[in-house]
T-cell receptor, first 110, second 112 residues
């Protein structure tokens, strides 16, 4: 079955610093989703990547998909307190459902 | 433009009781997914339904758990004879069948 490994599991970053979160799949990725979850709340869709080499940006968040490596990375530039939360990657295996990783817990120090 | 609505947001049950969680998908969405999130864990897929049909229930425990999505009304996740290990946040998501999932705020079940 599909497994998604996210690293790091948790991250503490000084406000203003850049950071990167990685997501590695054990199987071929047909689509990769990034969501953000604020503690105790639901998930907010960030981006969807489908093609190898694809890169998307939303405000200060950029995500890339390396299809050959079955990997995606999420990069936040000049982090702010509002970026704190849990970042989850989800994989589309073309079997009707999205499987999620365990998430990366991001804390921003003021 | 209501999003995915889940209720109740919080539910407390004693061991052995039944828990019913409801999910109304976004308008126009006919695909519903249920996920479970344990403390400090990621989202675990449970079941995928379309109207009146269970498409994939590979993540559902074999006993005590059931899900439905009737022709009319919300999707319901039912847990019979709850145990402490069922305490978790249960998230519902909906989609049009392709593209991203839209998630509800979750229902947090606490079993005493």
């Amino acid at each position: 079955s599909q497994e998604l490994e996210q690293s790091p599991q948790s991250l503490i970053v000084q406000e203003g610093k850049n950071l990167t979160i990685n997501c590695t799949s054990s199987k071929t990725l047909y689509g990769l989703y990034w969501y953000k979850q604020k503690y105790g709340e639901g998930l907010i869709f960030l981006m969807m990547l489908q093609k190898g080499g694809e890169e998307k940006s939303h405000e200060k968040i950029t995500a890339k998909l390396d299809e050959k490596k079955q990997q995606s990375s999420l990069h936040i530039t000049a982090s702010q307190p509002s970026h704190a939360g849990i970042y989850l990657c989800g994989a589309d295996n073309r079997d009707d459902k999205i499987i999620f990783g365990k998430g990366t817990r991001l804390h921003i120090l003021p | 433009n209501a999003g995915v609505m889940q209720n109740p947001r919080h539910l407390v049950r004693r061991r052995g009781q039944e828990a019913r969680l409801r999910c109304s998908p976004m308008k126009g969405h006919s695909h519903v997914y249920w996920y479970r999130q344990l403390p400090e864990e990621g989202l675990k897929f449970m079941v995928y339904l379309q109207k009146e049909n269970i498409i994939d229930e590979s993540g559902m425990p074999k006993e005590r758990f059931s899900a439905e999505f009737p022709k009319e009304g919300p999707s319901i996740l039912r847990i019979q004879q709850v145990v402490r290990g069922d305490s978790a946040a249960y998230f519902c998501a909906s989609s049009q069948g392709i593209g991203e999932l839209f998630f509800g705020e979750g229902s947090r079940l606490t079993v005493l």
